[in-house]
């Protein structure tokens, strides 16, 4: 059973930093792609980073050269440090890998943890 556990969310001020973490179980972890969406209130949720086994990355265009996505394959835990956090940054953050069966993708998603940046 696929579980992705986040934390390290909270409250921080317009130019701070948090990171967050994912432990991830059920999966074989370190050859397995991961990645960070997050959502705000009223939007659909987008992708943040991603990092293969391998640990390639890609992010996207609003969080470039602020966000940083890494993987611990020995603690089986994917993290996103973010750096010069913006209001704009505000949302839950979701960590998510897949899994294909029988050629079709199944979608594994942690329970969130809430990013709130106050200006």
């Known amino acids: 059973q696929v579980q992705l556990v986040e934390s390290g969310g909270g409250l921080v001020q317009a130019g701070g930093s948090l990171r967050l973490s994912c432990a991830a179980s059920?999966?074989?972890?370190?050859?397995?792609?991961m990645g960070w969406y997050r959502q705000a209130p009223g939007k659909q949720r987008e992708v943040v980073a991603l990092?293969?086994?391998?640990?390639?990355?890609n992010y996207a265009d609003s969080v470039k050269g602020r966000f940083t996505i890494s993987r611990d394959n020995a603690k089986n835990t994917v993290y996103l440090q973010m750096n010069s956090l913006k209001p704009e940054d505000t949302a839950v953050y979701y960590c998510?890998?897949?899994?294909?069966?029988?050629?079709?993708?199944?979608?594994?998603w942690g329970q969130g943890t809430q990013v709130t940046v106050s200006s």
């Open positions: 990092i293969t086994g391998g640990g390639t990355t």
């Open positions: 998510n890998t897949q899994r294909v069966v029988a050629g079709t993708p199944y979608n594994y």
């Open positions: 059920g999966i074989a972890f370190s050859i397995t792609a």
